[in-house]
């Protein structure tokens, strides 16, 4: 395996469809920076000197399988670093997650990954499932991987999506809840720079794997949605070529920053988080709505059995309308406008 991934860095390709020869090994690159194989779609890369005061990078993919734009960026970015073609200077984590969900081009197999994360793998009676062990592991890796970090590092973690459905600002991300802390003008800017000025300030806490590395390692965490779920092979990259070179330079670069374009950025907070607790649960839009689209005051958003959604506020809008996820978890997010100056930076 080693001399396979020296000459073609195919990792990923591997860990898909051999994943029997993917196990654990630590070695070093042409380029001096040590590989350091975990399992199957998970492998860390450590730059020959760490900078105590540098970045801990976690980028994560294919946390639902069919989401396939950001795996085929990460997959490029592992067999360039496999091959000596690019050499990150600070240390990185790439996290392909759903393995079995891409074998078969869905979000997920059994159960969605990305409300497993902050322990929920583990809270059923029943056996748990491929994709609750794995939400688990990926959980132990990233623990693993921030141990590594001082004090002084700046912990990153991007979890990188797209979405089901069509969208009226492409490309957005999701701000984890922080519990009172500063929200981090620099890390607004460098979404920017990935071509995000959309960004949604989540009020609550979840079981997204975004929020797991914020609240359980301070880490600057984002779910980063970078367009709509296309087949391997489907997506136009050009689309994706900001989120590319930000997250380029934000390997490589030792001194890159960002600062926030306000002229661009578009802020929201979230407003109702509508989970589906019935078998009666209906979306009162046509299935064709995009997200980000506008609802008056009054206007009729869902209904769960008995209860009644409507909007809130004029110009209230919905992201990530699912009337189909399993009962108990979340088939709608409404958002309003908010704006920067508002915001504890």
Known sequence: MQ?????????????????????????????????????PGIVQFMPPEIDDAGKFIVLSSGIHGNETAPIEICDNFVKQIFTGALVPVFPVLFVFGNLPAMAIAERFVEENMNRLFSGAHSQSDTAPNAERIRAKQL?????????????????????????????????????????????????????????????????????????????QFGAHAFTVELGK????????????????????????????????????????????VINRTTENFTLHFDASTPNFAGFSKGESLASDGEKAYLAEYDGEAIVFPNANVALGQRALLTVVPTKLEDLHV
């Open 229 to 272: 779920v296309r087949p391997f092979g489907q997506n136009d990259m050009c689309r994706f070529n900001d989120a590319r070179n930000a997250l380029l330079s934000l390997m490589c670069d030792r001194n890159v920053a960002y600062t926030v374009q306000k002229d661009t950025l578009e802020l929201f907070r979230v407003n109702q």
């Open 139 to 215: 959980e132990e890796a990233v623990a693993a991987f921030f141990a590594l970090s001082s004090p002084s590092s700046t912990r990153l973690h991007y979890d990188l999506h797209t979405a089901i459905k069509e969208s009226k600002n492409e490309k957005f991300a999701v701000y984890p809840f922080l519990h009172d802390k500063p929200y981090s003008l620099e890390q607004i800017g460098f979404l920017q720079a990935c071509g995000v000025n959309t960004i949604l300030l989540s009020e609550s806490p979840t079981t997204t794997f975004s929020y797991f590395s914020s609240r």
């Open 3 to 39: 001399s396979r991934l020296l000459a073609h860095g195919d990792f990923l390709n591997l860990s898909r469809f051999s994943p029997d020869l993917v196990y654990a090994q630590t070695f070093r690159l042409t380029s001096g920076v040590s590989a350091n194989i975990i399992a």
